[in-house]
């Protein structure tokens, strides 16, 4: 079955700079990867998501990268803001329910 | 339009108890999941069914029985609850595999 890799598992970052989550997956028939952000205690919230066919999203201060070749994807928070503070997840997801894997997640901060 | 609505929200078992968690969809969704989340890890799918009357295993099913007999509700039972089973748990609905999962507000459950 699918298993999916996340990195770093921790991520401090100033205030306005950049962050980076990298993900990895197994299943080179996964065509989905949403990325999820879950704040202290609340549910987690889709923030972003990419399929297959395309190699980049953006929205706004956030970005998703795809490479299928290499089965990696990546979230990117430009100009960071303190509201940005939570645990991001990704996870990739084939056509049948049991192959939407999530990763371990990322606990981002942003420090004032 | 409430989405994914679970209840309760908090419960307290005793070894060897048993108990449901009822999630409720008012989106018309096909699909219907639900996790658990423990400390420090990320969303473990336990069963997840793809449309009234059926359901199926996930990553970590056991200890655990579903059932969808309405296609807005999907039913987590717990028929002799283990301090293992100690977890916040997360129901979700989506329309399809490759589409947004939509999380309800979670279950947290203490079996001592």
């Known amino acids: 079955g699918e298993n999916v890799e996340q990195h770093p598992s921790t991520l401090s970052v100033q205030e306005g700079d950049s962050a980076v989550i990298k993900c990895t997956y197994s299943?080179?028939?996964?065509?989905?990867f949403p990325w999820y952000k879950q704040e202290l205690g609340k549910r987690p919230q889709l923030i972003i998501d990419?399929?297959?066919?395309?190699g980049e999203k953006k929205d706004q201060r956030i970005a998703v990268t795809l490479n299928k070749t290499a089965k990696h994807f990546s979230l990117h928070i430009t100009e960071t803001q303190p509201e940005d503070s939570a645990v991001y997840f990704c996870a990739a997801s084939g056509n049948y329910g049991q192959n939407f894997v999530f990763g371990p997640g990322t606990r981002l901060s942003v420090l004032p | 339009n409430a989405g994914v609505t679970q209840t309760p929200k908090f419960r307290v078992l005793k070894t060897g108890q048993s108990m449901t968690l009822l999630c409720a969809q008012d989106?018309?969704?096909?699909?219907m999941y639900w996790y658990r989340q423990d400390p420090g890890m990320g969303l473990r799918l336990i069963h997840y069914s793809v449309g009234e009357g059926t359901t199926a295993k996930g990553e970590v099913p056991d200890g655990y029985n579903v059932s969808r007999l309405k296609k807005q509700n999907f039913l987590l039972g717990l028929e002799s609850a283990a301090p293992s089973q100690t977890s916040v748990y997360f129901c979700?609905?989506?329309?399809?595999?490759?589409?947004?999962?939509?999380f309800g507000a979670g279950t947290r459950l203490s079996v001592l």
């Open positions: 989106m018309n969704h096909e699909y």
């Open positions: 299943d080179s028939a996964s065509n989905y």
């Open positions: 979700a609905s989506s329309p399809s595999p490759k589409n947004i999962q939509y």
């Open positions: 990419i399929r297959s066919n395309v």
